[in-house]
């Protein structure tokens, strides 16, 4: 028996197109659109009409950088695939990629199927996998053609993190290579982090331990070196490269460089380097823990240069790094060790309410903020066009968008299971109303009405943003 469902009168924008019209989901899939008030749009029959007038009906948001559950530092990040998806869906988001982690002395395949045993059953939203490489030897290599194969088109690799999931320049190489034989990419943790760990080593013995040293060993010319190296290094393999959660404008700068220079290097920054700053890593109390990530939050001069890269495609994609750790008991490792605190902040479900505030902000325009959130982390990781737009045949993953309402961020109202927001008390023009994954109501006019389990994998093509 077929499903259909009728969203009729809403401002329909993709990464291309804004226009007023109705959408027909069957067996959920979007079927077809015509211009609201046209006969091919009245037309339309379903079971259900959502009305959407005088709001925004978007793609779902693709969220390509996640790590739920991931083991860090002692701890695990405290959200489960099941609290994470169903924050996701809250704030606007269908899909996300998450980072399945292979332990030095274990192979690809053991950690991927880690991996989907934690994620099978649990998820309200679809979802894939992303492979963190963290020992590259012949087997490994061999490994990377079949997850490509199988759907796990993409690895990452840590210039940072000697010890833990750090890989040298000749294990990224052969990586590099292998990827540009086999269509994976490479994405990089560009931080050099031997360096680090010299100055970070230094820092405590000067009795530096406080949170903001976390932000003063992470230096920003040490993102810029190794972001430079990754990029050196994939021109000589001859692979694309894609560069995570950039934050130093130094870095941008040499993204643009090799860009003009027609290399095809791609780079993804995050919400909390756009909105938060050195400043909240520096506040009293050990309230600065709460903002230790890596790459490290940097002074505000930096932002503008990264909203200038979002607009000039010199940085492609808003992914969350989404890594939440709790202040009572995670962060507060840490105390009196900066080098302790779990790095990560929450955000899978701030991500679409913060760039909508952008573009209310004047940053960037309504298509460019489905594009870098939705549409081209999805063609990016090999999804589009079955997520990322709204188009017949695409999966019906839709949000139905509040332009006008007004909300305030708060951990008395968000999702995530974690006990503050990096963004509290922060004031947001617009907000998700209804959520529609695979054209089953997820978030019904502010209500929960999804389940876990709901969510699938998701198989990945190659990049398909190269062509
Ligand atoms: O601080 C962060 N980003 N934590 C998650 C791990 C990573 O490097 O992405
Ligand atoms: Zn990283
Ligand atoms: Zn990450
Ligand atoms: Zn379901």
Redesign the pocket.
């Known amino acids: 028996m077929s499903s259909r469902t009728v969203i009729r009168g809403g401002l329909v924008i993709t990464a291309s197109d804004e226009i007023h019209a109705d959408v027909l989901i069957e067996d959920g899939r979007i079927a077809a659109l015509a211009a609201s008030g046209t006969p091919a749009a009245e037309a339309f029959t379903g079971e259900r009409t959502i009305d959407a007038t005088g709001k925004y009906v978007i793609p779902g948001g693709v969220d390509a950088?996640t790590?739920m559950e991931?083991p860090?530092g002692g701890t695990f990040?405290s959200d489960t695939f099941e609290t994470g998806t169903r924050a996701a869906a809250w704030g606007g988001t269908t899909t996300i990629v998450d980072?399945a982690v292979q332990s030095v002395g274990h192979s690809l395949r053991e950690g991927l199927d880690a991996w989907h045993a934690k994620a099978e059953g649990n998820c309200a939203i679809d979802y894939g996998f992303h492979m963190i490489v963290s020992d590259v030897n012949q087997e490994t290599l061999k490994e990377m053609d079949l997850l490509v194969e199988e759907g796990v088109t993409s690895f990452?690799q840590?210039m940072?993190?000697p010890g833990v999931?750090y890989s040298d320049d000749g294990q990224i190489l052969r990586a590099m290579q292998r990827s540009a034989e086999n269509g994976g990419l490479i994405m990089m943790?560009a931080e050099n982090g031997i360096a680090i760990d010299v100055l970070v080593e230094q820092a405590l013995a000067r009795g530096e331990t406080d949170p903001r040293y976390h932000g003063e060993v992470r230096k920003a010319l040490l993102e810029a070196e190794a972001t430079h190296r990754a990029i050196k290094l994939a021109q000589v393999a001859g692979a694309p490269l894609y560069v995570?959660?950039v934050s130093a404008m130094e870095a941008v700068a040499e993204l643009a460089r090799a860009r003009d220079e027609g290399l095809p290097v791609f780079a993804e920054t995050c919400p909390q380097y756009l909105f938060l700053s050195t400043d909240n890593l520096a506040e009293p109390d050990f309230e600065g823990s709460k903002y230790?990530?890596?790459?490290p939050l940097r002074p505000r001069e930096h932002q503008a240069k990264l909203w200038q890269g979002l607009r000039t495609n010199d940085l492609q994609v808003v992914s969350t790094?989404h890594?939440p750790f709790c202040f009572v008991g995670q962060k507060e490792l840490g105390r009196g060790d900066f080098s302790k605190i779990?790095?990560?902040?929450p955000g899978v479900e701030n991500r679409m309410d913060l760039l909508h505030q952008a573009v209310v902000d004047g940053h960037i325009s309504r298509r460019r903020w489905i594009e870098i959130a939705c549409a081209t982390p999805a063609r990016m990781f090999g999804m589009y066009p079955k997520k990322g737009t709204i188009a017949p045949g695409a999966d019906a993953d839709v949000v139905i968008y509040d332009p006008n309402a007004e909300q305030v961020m708060s951990v008395e109202t968000h999702h995530m299971n974690v006990d503050y927001s990096a963004y509290e008390g922060k004031r947001i023009t617009g907000r998700v109303e209804t959520v529609l994954s695979r054209g089953e109501l997820v978030i019904t006019e502010r209500e929960y009405t999804g389940h876990a389990g709901h969510g699938v994998y998701t198989p990945r093509s190659t990049c398909q943003y190269l062509n």
């Not at 230790?292 to 790459?295: G, P, W």
């Open positions: 950088h790590h991931l860090f990040a980072f990452k840590f940072a993190y999931f943790h995570v959660h230790v990530c890596s790459t790094d890594c779990p790095n990560g902040l």
